[in-house]
Every structure is written in C-alpha cells, then in structure tokens.
Nanobody, 124 residues
Framework: QVQLVESGGGSVQAGGSLTLSCVFY?????FGWFRQSPEKGREGVAA????????YYADFVKGRYRISQDYNQNTVYLHMNNLEPEDTAEYYC????????????????????WGQGTQVTVSS
C-alpha cells in the first residue's frame, strides 16, 4: 500500500496562493487531491498520471489550481491560486487506480490509499 504524507496547508487571504506537497512511498498509476468541508463533503480536485504526466481537474478549480509532480523527489504538488473562502477545506492526497475525463474526474471508489490531510483556510 502506498504511503502518502501531505504538507503545506495554512491560512491565506482571498486571492492568495498556497502550494501543497505530497510525498509518496510506493507506486500508483495516478496521484491526486481531494478536499473535504462540512458544507460540501469530500470532493475530488485534481489528479496526475504518474507515467505520462497527464492532468485532470474538477471543473470548479480549472484555471486556478495546477497539479504537478517531481519524479526525483517522489512528490506531487497542488499549486492553488486565486483562492476563495469556498476553497477552505481539509485537503487529502490520494493514490488512485483510475481517473476519468470530465467535470468530476476523481472518484472515492478508485482511491487505494489516503494521506492524513492538511488544512487550508481562506479568509475573506
């Protein structure tokens, strides 16, 4: 089972930026990020194919978030820009077996491993 360790969460004002990091130990076909808030529950945010680098985004973050990976550091990053209070959530890194094209490319049922989560708070 892949182990995942997130870092980089924190507090930022609306319009600001944060970058989350996820160090992974093991192999997975895809790595991605989910977020969870009391208002919206847990939702998929973005994913990246480990071998090809193809990226997938939920519609609500397109143009604001970018996922990337560093093969040498075994790390996946989530670069978040133009943050909104609605982005406030606990963010979780995940190893996934499948991702699909479309508005909601990540599914909980395709997650093989979860990280422990990191809190992101955006104030207005």
């Amino acid at each position: 089972q892949v182990q995942l360790v997130e870092s980089g969460g924190g507090s930022v004002q609306a319009g600001g930026s944060l970058t989350l990091s996820c160090v992974f130990y093991g192999f997975s076909r895809y790595f991605g990020w989910f977020r969870q808030s009391p208002e919206k529950g847990r939702e998929g945010v973005a994913a990246i194919h480990y071998s090809t680098g193809s990226t997938y985004y939920a519609d609500f973050v397109k143009g604001r978030y970018r996922i990337s990976q560093d093969y040498n550091q075994n790390t996946v990053y989530l670069h978040m820009n133009n943050l909104e209070p609605e982005d406030t959530a606990e963010y979780y890194c995940a190893a996934l077996s499948r991702v699909v094209e479309g508005a909601a490319p990540l599914s909980f049922s395709d997650v093989d491993s979860w990280g422990q989560g990191t809190q992101v708070t955006v104030s207005s």
